[in-house]
Nanobody, 126 residues
Framework: VQLVESGGGLVQTGDSLTLSCAVS????????TGWFRQAPGKEREFVAG????????DFADAMKGRFTIFRDGAKNTVYLQMNILKPEDTAVYYC????????????????????WGQGTQVTVSS
């Protein structure tokens, strides 16, 4: 499974931005895709995720109401729509895929994911 993020860039506070995660190679094995972000000097943190079978979504508390995640099944692409961006949203954003569930569902645990993209930089200026 390969994941390629795109759509990052430099925006201003209050702007919106939509990131894309194109998934290829053995996409039928993907069960779940999550978005994470990592700011300089900080831990990688969960942002949002989506179940490929049921379309259910998960969000970190800080992103609820501002971020939306959705999937285009025909394109095997997962999108992260980010609204009302703040300087603290500045980070490298990564998408990641889960190809088997294992014993439990741990969407916020980056070790639960099996494949990762290279990341895309989002910078929000104040």
């Amino acid at each position: 499974v390969q994941l390629v993020e795109s759509g990052g860039g430099l925006v201003q506070t209050g702007d919106s931005l939509t990131l894309s995660c194109a998934v290829s190679d053995d996409t039928s094995s993907v069960h779940y895709t999550g978005w994470f972000r990592q700011a300089p000097g900080k831990e990688r943190e969960f942002v949002a995720g989506i179940d490929w079978s049921y379309g259910t979504t998960d969000f970190a508390d800080a992103m609820k109401g501002r971020f939306t995640i959705f999937r285009d099944g025909a394109k095997n692409t997962v999108y992260l729509q980010m609204n009302i961006l703040k300087p603290e949203d500045t980070a490298v954003y990564y998408c990641a895929a889960v190809t088997f569930w294992g014993a439990d569902k741990r969407v916020m645990d980056h070790s639960w994911y099996h494949y990762w993209g290279q990341g895309t930089q989002v910078t929000v200026s104040s």
